[in-house]
Nanobody, 119 residues
Framework: QLRLVESGGALVQPGGSLRLSCAASGFTLEYYVVGWFRQAPGKEREGVSCISSTTSSTYYADSVKGRFTISRDNAKNTVYLQMPNLQPKDTAVYYC????????????WGQGTQVTVSS
């Protein structure tokens, strides 16, 4: 069964940092585009960042560009999201997802990982 599992979320103070992990089980994540998304309380889910499958080209939403960094470690079958200098506006449940052969994101979402930034 194909599965992505998010981890690394925590409660941090403003200015703190976290590294989120998106680990694949049962398949090779290297061959898929992977995206990070987040959903804040009372808001719709939004795209944060994504990374391509071949050249590892990266893309970022305006809200995080210049702050967050997405990367792959193919040996660990994992995609990361490095989040330094976190601010309260970054508080959300963070999800990862994979692109499909149909050219869209998978319909199957995991539980996500909670990031809370508060003083």
């Amino acid at each position: 069964q194909l599965r992505l599992v998010e981890s690394g979320g925590a409660l941090v103070q403003p200015g703190g940092s976290l590294r989120l992990s998106c680990a694949a089980s049962g398949f090779t994540l290297e061959y898929y585009v992977v995206g990070w998304f987040r959903q804040a309380p009372g808001k719709e889910r939004e795209g944060v960042s994504c990374i391509s499958s071949t050249t590892s080209s990266t893309y970022y939403a305006d809200s995080v560009k210049g702050r967050f960094t997405i990367s792959r470690d193919n040996a660990k079958n994992t995609v990361y999201l490095q989040m330094p200098n976190l601010q309260p506006k970054d508080t959300a449940v963070y999800y990862c997802n994979m692109g499909t052969t149909g050219g869209r994101w998978s319909d199957y979402w995991g539980q996500g990982t909670q990031v809370t930034v508060s003083s």
